[in-house]
């Protein structure tokens, strides 16, 4: 059976399977087997309208989208400490097809609020909408919010889930959404980071080419990943787009979960929100034979390096998703260096104040003393104590 797949012709780019057919390393089956499974998802979601009309049954709602997932199993569980999104651009985005809303969270451009809250609202709306204006891009964005209208309107946890679901997508300015332990982070919580999967994604507001950087955002799909299940389920597409564009984005995102997990897959499938799931590959190798490492992102390992004044001959690193280190100063020649700041190991926890009052992010110093340095009671280590902030 040939490779249909539009790829060049290589001794690495197949294999052949159990049955003797080939596969596509890059995309775990060829392009004709996935082009395959869409018509037979396809046929499974016609034949049980049909079959709801002969019974006299009608849908609740007339124009409800079928969207296609792709569902994965893996042998292993990730081992991930936090959730990590990956985005997979794709070549054909099902925006297009459908009534596609946007909502753009930015900063207030008052640092001192107005009295007059509605005034206060509208000229932070109207100074991005003349910006998005400049660019040509207002008809990719729906809504405007501000700040202060988000913490004023959604202080509850229902009304932020409730936000969650009136948008196809959110985006925002990045000043506000640095890393996971920003306030705007925390305070979109569980609605948007497990419930409907929809952070944020991060524009720079003050690049030329805006238009473009918003598309490019807009034409991508997301893949969350969490560490805590073996199963997880991505969006390529809606049943309104025709096989070929479908199975073209199947491809983009098998390409990208092939780079992320390669051998650890177990099952892969299509299914709507609905439906019954559509099986093309299944692999019935050994979780034993899979090693897993424990990933960080060479992104995220990004830091910025200075000396630190409160601990002799070391320095402060700060990293791009927050995290803080203390590591030792590379002394030069001639220069002296004390004789009991090399016995440090020093490191930086995160402890937080549980409290629903007083929930508060702090940082604290924990010495990781030598054994030897333990022994003789040089320094003694001190227990974590419950940080509480003044009212």
Known sequence: MKNKSSEPKSSSSSNNNGDGQKTDEKTFVTEGKIHEAVNVLKKVIHNRKNSMNDEGKKQLFEQDIDYVFLQFSLKKIPLNNSTYIHRIPLKYHWRSEINYETCLIVKDINETPLTDRDADLEQTKNFYRN??????????????????QLLTEFQQPALRKKLSNEYNVFLCDRKLLRNKQSFLSRFLGKAFWIDNKKVPLLLNLNDKNLKDQIESKLNATSL????????????????????????????????????????????????????????????????????????????????????????????????????????????????????????????????????????????????????????????????????????
């Open 131 to 148: 910006l998005l204006d400049e660019h040509s891009a207002n008809e990719l964005i729906s809504e405007i919010l501000p700040m202060r």
């Open 224 to 391: 969350y990943v969490s560490g805590k299940g073996s199963t997880q389920a991505i969006c390529v597409g809606s049943l309104q787009q025709d096989s070929d564009k479908l199975t073209a984005n199947l491809l983009s995102c098998l390409e990208k979960i092939q780079q992320l997990y390669g051998k650890n897959v177990r099952e892969l499938a299509i299914k709507t929100e609905k439906s019954m799931s559509i099986l093309f590959y299944m692999d019935l190798g050994s979780a034993n034979e899979i090693k897993m490492e424990k990933r960080e992102e060479n992104e995220m390992n990004e830091f910025v390096e200075e000396e630190f004044d409160f601990i002799p001959n070391s320095n402060i690193r700060v990293y791009k998703d927050g995290r803080i280190r203390i590591v030792k100063r590379d002394v030069a020649e001639g220069e002296e260096m004390d004789d009991d700041s090399d016995l440090y190991n020093l490191k930086t926890v995160k402890a937080i104040n549980t409290e629903p009052d007083d929930e508060q992010w702090t940082r604290r110093l924990v010495f990781n003393l030598p054994e030897n340095l333990r022994k003789r009671k040089l320094i003694q280590r001190r227990p974590f104590k419950k940080i509480k902030t003044q009212k």
